[in-house]
């Protein structure tokens, strides 16, 4: 049934004018509908001649550009899984995803296909294709030999679109499998509560390898046929410039900090846009209050993860579910959404009254299939009625709004992006003179919240704070390096011997704040 293809609906609201822009670059680059049409075709014409076998995984690690978001719509178009990659991944987290994935294809861009091949031939990956991000590269010069016409792949909502990998607490990443009916069912959820209109243009800053910028920003432009502005990279000053063209924006916070110091940041400037959402990591309530006082607009706040995308909103407009509340509130991220069923409970299991703090669980037609080759994991995560533990702690008061107010996963949100300390401590504890570490997430005014690491040397042992962080770089994807490391006599322990970490946060929580 070609119709569960999530491309296919992606397609069928293309506007009927196909000459019409679809996307603008920040740099005057127009593609039309009928360019999105075609190229994607090309695209997915190329990969279906590789003869690929059922359920392939196309793992990307390329610059954002039009053309990565063409790959992403051409994979789900010839019907294969689309695994997006950080660029600031390294060798050895890349090594990792796609030693755990096997894709058949990479796509990388034509300076890492040294180490990317490699790494690739060596996982039993047949081919690897390289795109840059100034439209050349050896997939648009392949996929230009093939046709632009293609009839997208049948596909059952049930089937694998994407392989999104989110860290463990404990162990290593894992690969969240979303399927078409996944996001399909978000998609068209999201676009009814936001309200979308058919004249909305969106300004898309983020990037495009997580859930927000290829999932919530691409799938809400274009299932609704909008037109949207594309900025390789965010720019506060350009972003605020485009707006008095476009209606809709989506960040995560560390986006509207930035945009606050902007001095053009003002009520004219924003007079043309009718939606500002926020999401990915907690909202301060300082930035939502200054937000509306600088531009008149209120910011909507969401609430999603990898494994689920997007869980709850604040409304966009009055919700019949909820005594036809409109308010978006500050600090809440509103109402579970339409078809979403949540639930906080306590550590015995058990529901918990209306204002009370406990575990969030959730449940809907959103809601992931499980961990790529990992059904013990899976097992873990889902209680036995099927709900999804999400790890966010969190509370719904009276009127139906949820907070969260904190996780029970040890993870550090910073400019959006999630740090397991975990996986950092590992590293720092694997280095010579090394006898244990802590690393811990304290507030910062850009990144809303930035690692530290705490080390304890061996005895006898000297370690420099510079050589851990120096070695950490090498290693690892830039975000995740602490911003401060210290290296101390011995951690604070409770009475069964763990580090408190609470006691380091409370510690550290100044070192960024002035
Ligand atoms: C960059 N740096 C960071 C971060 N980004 N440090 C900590 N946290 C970060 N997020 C550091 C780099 O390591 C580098 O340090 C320096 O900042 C400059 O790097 P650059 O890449 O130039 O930074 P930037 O362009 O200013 O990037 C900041 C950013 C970016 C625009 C806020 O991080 C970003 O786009 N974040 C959005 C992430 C996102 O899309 N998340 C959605 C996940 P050095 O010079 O020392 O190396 S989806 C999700 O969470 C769920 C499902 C949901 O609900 O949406
Ligand atoms: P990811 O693993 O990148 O999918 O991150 C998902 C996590 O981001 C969630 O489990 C939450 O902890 C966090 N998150 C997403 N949106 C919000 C929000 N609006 N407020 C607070 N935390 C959020």
Redesign the pocket.
Known sequence: MTHDNLFSALRAAFPADLTAVAVETDEGLCYSWQDLDRATAMVANLLQSLDLPEGSRVAVQVEKSVEAMILYLATLRAGYVFLPLNTAYQSAEIAYFIGNAEPAVVVCSQANFGWVSQIAFQAGTQHVFTLNDDRTGSLLERAAQHSDQHQAVPRQADDLAAILY?SGTTGRSKGAMLTHGNMLSNARTLQAYWGWKKSDVLIHALPIF??HGLFVAIHGALINGSKMIWMAKFDPQRAIAQMAKATVFMGVPTLYVRMLAEPSLNQANTRHMRLFI??????LIETFTEWQQRTGHTIL???????TAMLTSNPYAADPRYANQSERRGGT?GFPLPGVHLRVRGDDGQDLPVGEIGGIEVQGPNVFKGYWRMPEKTAEEFTADGYFK???VGKVDERGYVT?VG?SKD?I?SGGY?VYPAEIEGYINDMQGVAESAVVGVPHPDFGEVGVAVVIAKPAATLKPEAIVADLKAKLANFKIPKRCFVVAELPRNTMGKVQKNLLREQYKGLFLS
Do not use: F, K, Q
């Open positions: 989110t997580h859930v926020a999401g990915s990591a907690p909202l706040e969401r609430y999603g993860m990898s494994e991220v999400t790890g966010d969260i996780r993870l949100i999630n």
